[in-house]
């Protein structure tokens, strides 16, 4: 009889120690499951975006929802747990999948940020080019200013320095040079599309002067007052002021002028540069204008 009680308290005693032996696991089981979540906190926070936040909050609470570990004998014994014949679901699979296939994400922003940089330096490029361009432009914009000056000075020179100063004047305009010839007793008599021979000189050096520069277009341009024509052999100052200009310019064409540079343009009484109510406005007013036309 006190054999028989021995042996049941021995395996009472035994019993309890295989329950004791069972409780470590639920510790070891719960501190890997602290773990993982902690490693998967510490993921997401290495590259944190919407997706992934929200792929990172389903994940957890897949994690914690009791449906893993629910503990009991059950964990002693292998492949057989109370919710062994749970299946993963949908929404499981998608809250799994995307953090262990991150590099997607990873390749698509990287992409885009190549793309964001390829722009921007095509951007530079079109700004550098702008740039250059417009620094050109200036550039040749102001050599023009200055070869009109040169031309300007050059031709006030000589009308100076032959007699010619009261009847050409030069000015550098937003069109261009301007020489402004006035037309009595220089180069037409009135009513007359002749040239006379006192103005040769002064349109040779005129062709010289436009010879030396050979890029710039020359327009020449006729003007008259506003007295109508009577008889002769113009109808009106349109044709009258058409004629010189035309004069002028098969003159400078037989003085070496291109012809491909060069146009011819009649205004009439149009154009005035001072009043046509007196003698001395209306000797203004006729008069022939070459201009050598700015390109920049």
């Known amino acids: 009889m006190a054999r ?6 021995r395996r009472g005693g035994h019993a309890e120690h295989e329950d004791g032996g069972e409780r470590w696991l639920l510790t070891y089981a719960d501190m890997i499951t602290l773990l993982m979540a902690l490693f998967m906190v510490l ?12 792929t990172l909050q389903q994940a957890l609470r ?3 929802s009791g449906d893993i570990l629910p503990g009991g004998k059950a964990i002693a014994q292998p492949g057989a747990t109370a919710n062994a014949s749970h ?4 929404a499981d699979l998608q809250a799994i999948v995307p953090l262990t296939a991150p590099s997607t994400n990873l390749e698509s922003a990287s992409a885009s940020q190549s793309s964001a940089q390829s722009a921007s330096s095509s951007a530079q490029s079109s700004s550098a080019s702008l740039q250059s361009a417009s620094t050109v432009q200036t550039a040749a914009a102001q050599r023009e200013q200055s070869d009109f000056e040169h031309l300007k000075h050059e031709l006030d020179a000589y009308a100076a320095k032959h007699g010619f100063s009261k009847r050409v004047t030069t000015t550098v305009e937003k069109r261009g ?5 006035l037309t009595d007793s220089l180069l037409f008599v009135s009513g007359s599309a002749t040239l006379e021979s006192q103005g040769d000189p002064l349109l040779s050096e005129v062709a010289n002067l436009v010879n030396v520069d050979q890029v710039h277009p020359v327009a020449v341009e006729g003007n008259t007052d506003n ?5 002769g052999t113009f109808p009106s100052n349109w044709e009258l002021s058409t004629a010189r200009a035309s004069t002028v310019v098969r003159f400078l064409i037989s003085r070496g002028v291109d012809p491909q540079r060069l146009s011819a343009t009649g205004y009439a009484d149009l154009r005035p540069i001072a009043s046509n109510a007196t003698p001395q406005g209306r000797a203004l007013n006729r008069r022939v204008e070459i201009v050598l036309q700015r390109i920049y």
């Open 43 to 54: 993921f997401s926070i290495s590259s944190v975006n919407v997706s992934k936040f929200r």
């Open 87 to 90: 299946a993963p679901t949908a």
């Open 177 to 181: 040079l301007v020489v402004r010839v």
């Open 227 to 231: 007295v109508p024509i009577q008889g």
């Open 62 to 64: 897949a994690a914690f």
């Open 4 to 9: 028989s009680r021995g042996r049941k308290h």
